[in-house]
């Protein structure tokens, strides 16, 4: 996709989101490209900047894999960061007590809407 086309706000069906699954998006915030992920905890669903709290890196080493294995929690792949899916805290790992940065959630109906957070981050 080309830069100029990405837009402040992403949306998806809720129903293509199953508890355990997410979804990477692109957003336009503050003339940047800002990669952003979606996922499904336990029915409800949370959205973050990609980028780890420890050493900024994209936290998939495996496109759209967040999740530890038991599905509980949110796993950076470069040091193992773990973060509350919920919150975005860090509570092991390399940078306890940092957190991800969150972008906003709505939802209309079965449609999921994640747009840039207001100010800058
Ligand atoms: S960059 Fe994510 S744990 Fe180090």
Not at 10 to 24: D, E
Not at 91 to 99: D, E, L, T, V
Request: aromatic letters at 10%; one cysteine or more.
């Amino acid at each position: 996709m080309e830069e100029s086309a990405l837009a402040s706000s992403w949306s998806c069906p809720a129903s293509l989101l199953a508890a355990g699954q997410s979804a990477k998006f692109r957003l336009r915030c503050w003339d940047r490209t800002v990669e952003g992920f979606l996922v499904n905890h336990d029915g409800r669903f949370y959205a973050y900047v990609n980028r780890c709290a420890h050493a900024g890196t994209t936290l998939d080493w495996w496109p759209n894999e967040f999740f530890t294995d038991d599905g509980r929690h949110l796993i950076c792949a470069t040091h193992g960061a773990i973060y509350l899916p919920d919150t975005g805290l860090c509570i092991a790992g390399p940078c306890p007590g940092a957190s991800l940065t969150p972008l906003p959630v709505a939802q209309q109906g079965d449609t999921l809407i994640v747009s840039c957070p207001e100010g800058e981050p």
